[in-house]
């Protein structure tokens, strides 16, 4: 493809990326936060605790438990944004770009909570007897737009392919190459089989893989960063100083750092934040439909903790191995500073030397792979929704045919469109959250009083 085009979708992929998008989904979760008295703030520890204590509902419709569904969206939530993407936020917006990361995962926790509890309100059971929800079902039932609910889904389903599938094949077929010289398609082979033999199971299948899977790479991930954060310990106070410091000052150009304008800084922490978490974009709420549960809310509190994870947790982090181990102002080989995976890389081998840079690969690795099977349940019910049970079948053969290419295949332009449509899922999504949201708060306001009356008669309390 031409340069022309290239630049034509790198401007598309700006414009949709653009402020008007990202302040239409803070603003989005800051009114929520207004509207539900900061239920994110006050209900976090009890949220924590069905996720991760209670973690299942005896009554109640669904598919999975709430720990199940939970696993679900973390795995295609917990991606290469949580590694490659701050890493990038930090090389282009310096250390202060990780405050306006962390102020997505504080607004976007609430709108997470929304997102699940009109999922669960207004899902259906399907044909085929598997629960079947998210955004294009609550603007079709709530909304009554079944138009916008259509194009939704169509978003969702070109989505899948790319920023939930051939994107993060390539990334697990390049780490695997590059660190460990296996062929890309060797790679290929191996994941394409594991991805059909879980999506074949459905819901179900990927469930059962995700909460083994997702505890364990988070765990993993964790236990590395811990060790680097240990090393560097004594530079963490002078870090956090200069996060929130530069957060509202722009930043000198250091070392192999170029600097950064205010501006940059806000806009870059902003995107990348919200491309990690995806809360506003809808395509969490699709999983929280499966859940077994009798009331809306619970459901809603468990998955907002997902947002804590991805965002607080992890990405934080990442941000803290990278800033203490001071590797954010080196210069790279090219004589320019480092960037994206090899900022994450060097940061580990600061600490852990040759090894550092094969753990940083394996936890992008799975990752990566966490996200593409989690997104093939995404774009599978996205596509149920347009064309019925009947397109299951097609879609998962054409989505685990699609793994295979994007190990082997060259993927700039994919990546720009993934931008795009991703993007683009949310605009129909943010329209229906706020025109929903009187819903949303008095579904809330009924369970808390009812939560407050009667504790002992409401589930998951």
């Known amino acids: 493809m031409t340069n022309s085009f290239h630049d034509t979708l790198n401007a598309i992929s700006g414009l949709v990326w653009g402020w008007p998008l990202m302040i239409l989904l803070i603003g989005t979760g800051t009114w929520f936060t207004f509207l539900l008295g900061g239920l994110q703030f006050r209900l976090l520890p009890h949220a924590l605790w069905l996720a991760f204590i209670k973690r299942r509902e005896a009554t109640g419709q669904g598919d999975i438990s709430h720990f199940q569904a939970l696993m679900t969206a973390l795995a295609a939530t917990v991606g290469t944004g949580n590694i490659v993407g701050v890493a990038t936020a930090i090389a282009i917006g310096g250390p202060g770009a990780v405050f306006w990361l962390w102020l997505t995962g504080l607004v976007g926790m609430v709108t997470k909570y929304a997102e699940a509890l009109l999922a669960v309100k207004f899902r259906v059971t399907a044909a085929n007897g598997t629960m079947a929800g998210g955004p294009m079902y609550y603007i079709e039932r709530g909304l009554g737009q079944k138009w916008l609910a259509v194009i939704f889904a169509c978003f969702t389903v070109v989505a899948s392919f790319g920023i939930g599938n051939m994107t993060q094949a390539n990334a697990v077929a390049d780490g695997l190459f590059n660190t460990y010289g296996i062929n890309p398609r060797d790679t290929g082979a191996v994941l394409t089989v594991l991805s059909g033999l879980v999506l074949l199971f459905g819901i179900k299948g990927i469930a059962r893989v995700t909460s083994v899977l997702v505890p364990f790479m988070i765990?993993?991930?964790?236990?590395?960063?811990?060790?680097v954060l240990w090393l560097n310990a004594q530079a963490i106070p002078s870090v956090i100083v200069l996060?929130?410091?530069?957060?509202?000052?722009?930043?000198?150009?250091?070392?192999?750092f170029a600097g950064a304008v205010l501006s940059q800084t806000i806009r870059v922490g902003l995107a990348r934040g919200l491309f990690s978490n995806e809360s506003g974009l809808g395509s969490a709420p699709i999983a929280a439909a499966a859940a077994r549960t009798s009331h809306p809310v619970v459901q809603a509190l468990v998955s907002?903790?997902?947002?804590f994870i991805d965002t607080i947790v992890v990405c934080s982090m990442t941000a803290l191995v990278i800033l203490t181990?001071?590797?954010?102002?080196?210069?790279?080989?090219?004589?320019k500073g480092l960037t994206g995976a090899l900022l994450s890389s060097t940061a580990f081998s600061s600490a852990y030397g040759a090894w550092g840079g094969q753990l940083s690969t394996l936890a992008l690795v799975l990752f990566a792979w966490s996200t593409l099977i989690g997104w093939g349940y995404y774009g599978e019910k996205a596509l149920q929704y347009l064309a019925g049970d009947r397109a299951i079948p097609v879609y998962r053969t054409l989505f685990v045919s699609a793994v295979y290419l994007g190990c082997v295949l060259k993927l700039e332009t994919v990546w720009t469109l993934s931008d795009i449509f991703n993007g683009l899922m949310a605009l129909p999504n943010l329209v229906a959250l706020l025109l929903l949201s009187p819903l949303v708060a008095s579904e809330t306001r009924a369970y808390l009083i009812a939560r407050k009356a009667h504790a002992k008669d409401v589930e998951g309390l």
């Open 304 to 307: 907002m903790t997902q947002t």
């Open 325 to 335: 181990s001071g590797v954010w102002t080196q210069t790279g080989p090219d004589g």
């Open 219 to 227: 765990l993993f991930y964790l236990a590395i960063t811990v060790g």
């Open 243 to 256: 996060i929130l410091h530069h957060a509202f000052t722009p930043t000198a150009a250091a070392g192999g």
